[in-house]
């Protein structure tokens, strides 16, 4: 609501110092089209420096994805050995058992 209160204020000054400001922009313009060059020279250098680096940037990306997935994998298999110790002990007895080369024939 504030704003609406200043908003008469605001335009009046604005418009004043707009005015009294314009000469000096108008000045700046020759030297703003001076500096033309430069920032064109300076969008290049980016522009350069982005696609050599795009290729290391996707290589890193791609390592540390792979490193993210091998570390849940670990994190969810990890819990998990015991168990396989476990059935890898019965299959072990089970296999080299009397009973078992019974069946086997």
């Known amino acids: ?3 609406l209160l200043t908003l008469p204020f605001r335009l009046v000054f604005g418009i004043v110092f707009g005015l009294l400001a314009l000469p000096f922009a108008l000045l700046a ?3 703003a089209l001076l500096f033309l060059p430069f920032l064109l020279l ?3 250098f980016k522009a350069v ?3 050599l680096m795009m290729p290391i940037v996707l290589l890193v990306a791609v390592i540390a994805i792979a490193a993210t997935l091998f570390a849940v994998s670990v994190t969810v298999l990890v819990p998990l050995v015991p168990f396989l ?4 002990c019965v299959w072990a007895l089970t296999r080299s058992s009397r ?3 019974v069946i086997r024939g």
């Open 1 to 3: 609501m504030f704003w």
């Open 29 to 31: 313009i020759p030297v």
């Open 42 to 44: 300076r969008f290049l």
């Open 49 to 51: 420096f982005a696609v």
């Open 85 to 88: 110790l476990v059935a890898f």
């Open 99 to 101: 009973a078992a080369t």
